[in-house]
Nanobody, 115 residues
Framework: QVQVAESGGGLVQPGGSLRLSCVFS????????MGWYRQAPGNQRDMVAS???????RYKDSVKGRFTISKDDGKKTVYLQMNSLRPEDTGVYYC?????????WGQGIQVTVSS
């Protein structure tokens, strides 16, 4: 089993920055994909960014150039640095880890971008 703990959300003004962190523990495989999804009120959950164990990254088009996903394998942590935040970035952010046939999700963390 894998445990997931997210942190770093909150309220920020447009143009501001936040960094989300997600720590995984338990039975972790060396081959994996980690990432972040976002769910705004009334919308489906969409992929924001992902990173594979070899370092390959993917981003949702609307966050390219503003968000950066990174990982620290020693700390078993994935990060999402969010810069130039916009009101439309508001939502609940969920981190996940996919390894083998299984997926493990965090409980979700609120990010609100508002003046």
């Amino acid at each position: 089993q894998v445990q997931v703990a997210e942190s770093g959300g909150g309220l920020v003004q447009p143009g501001g920055s936040l960094r989300l962190s997600c720590v995984f523990s338990g039975n972790l495989f060396s081959i994996y994909t980690m990432g972040w999804y976002r769910q705004a009120p009334g919308n489906q959950r969409d992929m924001v960014a992902s990173i594979e164990n070899v370092g390959f990254t993917r981003y949702k088009d609307s966050v390219k150039g503003r968000f950066t996903i990174s990982k620290d394998d020693g700390k078993k942590t994935v990060y999402l640095q969010m810069n130039s935040l916009r009101p439309e970035d508001t939502g609940v952010y969920y981190c996940y880890r996919e390894q083998g046939p299984a997926e493990f999700w965090g409980q979700g963390i609120q990010v609100t971008v508002s003046s």
